[in-house]
């Protein structure tokens, strides 16, 4: 009933920028800003959390491994959440999944690739 759409991913130096994008779509029931979005990451291991959005008007909360570098945005017109991310480091390269969760019912992206290596 929820696709997501991801976006944004690449090849990028240590100390570069990239902004990923997420786009979500569903049937006429989906309602956008009902659903908590998340972003998570799957490095070595597991999918691992990143940040996270509960309502469109609150600030994000971050991991303590991106806190101060990844800045995570919504948009509820376009249906959209952001991951923007400076300062990278080779530590960053993974699979980032966004998900939106809705009364216990969860929905992943398919993922984009980060590449962050000189």
């Known amino acids: 009933q929820v696709q997501l759409v991801e976006s944004g991913g690449g090849l990028v130096q240590p100390g570069g920028s990239l902004r990923l994008s997420c786009t979500a779509s569903g049937d006429t029931g989906f309602i956008f800003s009902d659903y908590v979005m998340w972003w998570y990451r799957q490095r070595s291991g597991e999918r691992e959390y990143v940040a996270v959005?509960?309502?469109?008007?609150?600030?994000?909360a971050y991991d303590a491994s991106v806190k101060g570098r990844f800045t995570m945005s919504r948009n509820n017109t376009e249906k959209t959440v952001y991951l923007e991310m400076n300062d990278l480091k080779p530590e960053d390269t993974g699979v980032y999944y966004c998900?939106?969760?809705?009364?216990?019912?969860?929905?992943w992206g398919q993922g984009t690739q980060v590449t962050v290596s000189s």
């Open positions: 998900k939106a969760r809705d009364a216990g019912r969860d929905y």
């Open positions: 959005m509960f309502r469109p008007d609150s600030a994000a």
